[in-house]
């Protein structure tokens, strides 16, 4: 099976596993889904350092402005990347908190890059009808990022340092004003002085 295909195959059966599901699971059925999906070797909800130190992929996507482009041009402050779709349902749920947190300023670069095989006019029209303006949007529709980072999970965030080396990763939704993400971003400050 060619990358893409068996990413689209992975990432769907992922989702009916650990995410992408619109319905509240109670914590009992969050632990047997995250247990469920460690022994299909879809990673569990949450931080994962096991990357650490990995520089950003070459993936080549489609910036805001429609060009080619790498999120290697954009070393010089942290980075996070959030990579999500418009068909996920946490994704669309964590959204609004990655649209606040890329208003905040500061020494972190906030961005999202859309997951969507459609066209990216698609993709700009359902964030202008959601009025999820003023996050910094990319484009992948070949997955090419997601296969790089052997993303199974969508949606995914990464945090990059100053120099372009992943400090961790997460899997799954999370609210992104919310105190686990504050403790996680403050790794951000550390990643910017380091």
Do not use: F
């Not at 650990?18 to 460690?38: F, I, P, V």
């Not at 954009?74 to 964590?94: F, I, S």
């Not at 799954?172 to 504050?182: Q, T, V």
């Amino acid at each position: 099976m060619e990358l893409p295909v068996r990413l689209i195959v992975l990432l769907l059966a992922a989702a009916a596993v650990a995410g992408c599901d619109t319905q509240k699971a109670s914590e009992q059925q969050g632990a047997e889904a995250n247990a469920s999906a460690a022994a299909q070797g879809v990673p569990a909800k949450g931080v994962d350092r096991s990357h650490k130190g990995a520089s950003i992929p070459d993936a080549m996507l489609t910036d805001p402005d429609g060009d080619p482009g790498q999120l290697a041009e954009l070393e010089g402050k942290p980075l996070l990347v959030n990579l999500w779709a418009t068909w996920c349902g946490p994704c669309v749920k964590e959204l609004p908190t990655l649209v606040a947190l890329s208003k905040r300023g500061g020494d972190l670069n906030v961005i999202a890059v859309s997951q969507d095989m459609g066209e990216r006019t698609t993709v700009d029209a359902w964030l202008t009808d959601k009025k999820l303006d003023g996050l910094e949007v990319w484009h992948d529709p070949k997955m090419s990022l997601a296969g790089a980072l052997d993303v199974q999970v969508l949606p995914s965030t990464i945090l990059y340092d100053a120099t372009g080396k992943e400090v961790w990763r997460y899997t799954g939704e999370l609210d992104w004003s919310g105190p686990e993400a504050a403790k996680l971003l403050a790794e951000a400050t550390a990643a910017a002085k380091g």
